[in-house]
């Protein structure tokens, strides 16, 4: 969503949505027409200055290229701002469910109904200004989390790294798939039998569209995929 002046302007909160998966696609405005909508109130609005929240830089990246606002001019970690206790008591309050939105309870409620909803209020001094600000989040329980935790097979993978390996045409066969979880990202390594010298070519093809493919369709970070060829079924010599 779109938060200007303490108000949502535009977009639809990932809290609102049925399953994780779903929920991630809006974050990283997955979707063209939610994107188009974001994208034409910036404009109208002309914000100079946006603050993008993600998980990890790549979050955030994408979230620039699909909304076309230009470069990211600083990076802020959490750890930058707040403190040991503040992150831990976050994670906790992930951990049961709840998520925090940097808006009224008001602007959530008229966009989010059926939701468990808690205001929060937090006093502030901004500056040396010795006035306190009133900054008011809210706490909401995403229809998700009640669901509880999802995985994705191995098995899942495997078939999507065969249907997109076999739909090159000039693989023999694929020998063995190895899957590796590893700091929340996959490196996977497939031995492959292929019909001749040609195919070598397009081994870098099969491992930026495998990867591409396991993207998509289950939000998981590839980092690395390794063919190796196992056995080359046909070899052309030529003759002097």
Known sequence: ILIYKNKVLAGVSAKQANTTIEAVKRAIFYNLEHRQEVREMIKKENIRKILIIGTSKKMVNQIVDRLSIGRVCKFINIEDISTKYEIEVAKQSRKE??????????????????????????????????????LEKTIIRPTFSYIGKFYISADVIKQIIEYEVYSFGSIDRINKINI??????????????????????????IQQIIKKSIEKMTLVNVQKIDINIHKIKKINFLQC
Do not use: Q, W, Y
């Open 180 to 205: 590796e979880n590893c700091n929340n990202f996959m490196n996977i390594f497939v031995s492959i039998n292929i019909n001749d010298l040609e195919t070598i070519k397009k081994i870098e093809d």
């Open 97 to 134: 469910g709840n998520h925090v939105i940097p808006v009224p309870a008001v602007e959530i409620k008229s966009m989010a109904s059926g939701l468990s909803i808690n205001s929060l209020k937090r006093l502030f001094r901004k500056g040396n200004n010795r006035n306190m600000v009133v």
